[in-house]
């Protein structure tokens, strides 16, 4: 049995759904560090999405999986 395309639900922590990935993003707009700015950098490769700017500068490992960051998005939201 396989699931239906449309149905895919996706448990792979490196690979998030838009969908799941949009709801989220509604309720942690908020940096997680600073708690002040609107998170708007997005981490690389694992797709995190949960600091600011200013925050994300200095460092080097994603604060949700310790990844290694190999490239930050600033993200826009409009
Ligand atoms: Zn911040
Ligand atoms: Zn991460």
């Known amino acids: 049995m396989k699931n239906q395309g449309s149905d895919q639900i996706s448990q792979d ?3 998030e759904d838009p ?6 993003l509604k309720s942690l707009l908020l ?4 708690k002040s700015n ?3 950098v997005l981490f690389l490769p694992c797709a995190h999405h949960r600091m600011c700017t200013d925050c994300a500068r200095g460092i080097s490992k994603c604060p949700v999986c ?3 960051i190999q490239t930050s998005v ?3 939201l409009t």
Not at 19 to 24: F, K, L
Request: aromatic residues 4%; contains cysteine; charged residues 20%.
């Open 38 to 40: 609107d998170a708007n």
């Open 19 to 24: 969908i799941t990935e949009n709801q989220r």
């Open 31 to 34: 940096c997680m560090r600073c």
């Open 66 to 68: 310790q990844q290694t």
């Open 13 to 15: 922590c490196f690979h």
């Open 74 to 76: 600033q993200t826009v």
